[in-house]
């Protein structure tokens, strides 16, 4: 028994002792121990610290009492590392190192330099708010990496809930009672018809223009949303809209447009890049532009985020102004 306590406490010792030995020691030893290194002269080194040369003296024969190691050979001309001490220099080095990197990215983190942001989107169009939005963030924040998704309004919402994306720029304004949310942008509602179709050639068309057409909307993006647009401006009819899905990318569904498959509703960023045989005419008695609003979790303090939204206000109040 007598020889297990001992085994015992030569481990507890071995595993333990280092351990609490270096959290023990002050960072300001570290640092004094360092430029002692450097210097190879306790002189030089208090002079480069700012501070008293018996005072950096002192300490380092502390550590070197602490760590019961001898760091420096010391003579009339200076001091000299021993084997010892270059190899507890050079690990020391590295970890202050580490320790300034870590502060630094710290900083750089909470001032919303650093870091990534994850954004989900309905779509992205060269030329649109939202596509000048991020690439002037990235141009002033270039330590941030963007990562973006593109989903439904609906898939957004449930990837912002679990902490999957730190926000989501979706058409419609939202209130959530467990997610923050704000107006970003606005557009006009356009419906885009074939170049041939009977309407085109007029100035602007009503839903009552549009309420015999055969609406084509996505399964992803933002058809949802305009399927039940579509719905709610055509409610109260003798007859239901036509309304036709697919599982088609935007281009393509403009393109079937443009083949006279039906028409289709956009925002009228989609102009920004016209589709060749597709026009687009506003709705005359569309109540008023669309929204797209930014949905972001009321627990995401990011200040990368804070900084998307300040640009964004930027951005907006500039356009009003114009």
């Known amino acids: 028994m007598r020889r297990q306590r001992q085994s015992a406490s030569l481990i507890k010792r071995q595993w333990f002792a280092p351990a609490s030995l270096g959290a023990r020691i002050p960072l300001i030893s570290l640092i004094q121990t360092l430029t002692v290194a450097q210097h190879l002269n306790f002189r030089h080194a208090a002079q480069a610290l700012g501070t008293s040369q018996s005072s950096v003296s002192a300490r380092i024969r502390m550590l070197e009492e602490e760590l019961g190691i001898l760091l420096f050979e010391r003579n009339t001309r200076g001091v000299r590392l021993t084997e010892a001490g270059r190899l507890f220099v050079e690990r020391i080095a590295a970890g202050i190192d580490q320790l300034d990197h870590a502060v630094k990215t710290a900083g750089m983190t909470a001032a919303g330099e650093c870091g990534r942001l994850r954004i989900g989107v309905h779509g992205l169009i060269a030329g649109s708010f939202l596509d000048n939005l991020l690439a002037g963030y990235r141009k002033i924040h270039p330590g941030i990496a963007i990562e973006m998704i593109e989903a439904t ?14 926000v989501a720029f979706v058409v419609g304004a939202f209130e959530l009672p467990d997610c923050h949310s704000r107006p970003i942008w606005t557009e006009a509602l356009m419906v885009a018809l074939p170049v041939d179709h009977r309407l085109a050639e007029q100035p602007t068309v ?85 929204v797209f609003s930014a949905v972001w979790s009321p627990h995401n303090r990011s200040a990368a985020l804070q900084n998307l939204f300040a640009l964004a206000s930027e951005m907006s109040r500039a356009t009003q102004a114009a």
Do not use: N, Y
Request: hydrophobic fraction near 45%.
């Open 153 to 166: 309004a609906r898939d957004a919402v449930v990837q912002v809930r679990a902490c999957k994306i730190d």
């Open 206 to 290: 009503t839903w009552d223009d549009l309420a015999a057409e055969q609406f084509l909307v996505r399964h992803v993006g933002t058809g949802p949303q305009v399927h039940d647009h579509i719905v709610l401006r055509l409610a109260g009819r003798w007859s239901q809209p036509a309304i036709r899905r697919f599982e088609v990318e935007r281009g393509t569904l403009l393109s079937m447009v443009a083949q006279g498959f039906g028409v289709t509703l956009v925002g009228e960023a989609s102009g920004l890049f016209p589709t060749a045989g597709v026009a687009l005419l506003s709705i005359a008695d569309e109540p008023g532009p669309i």
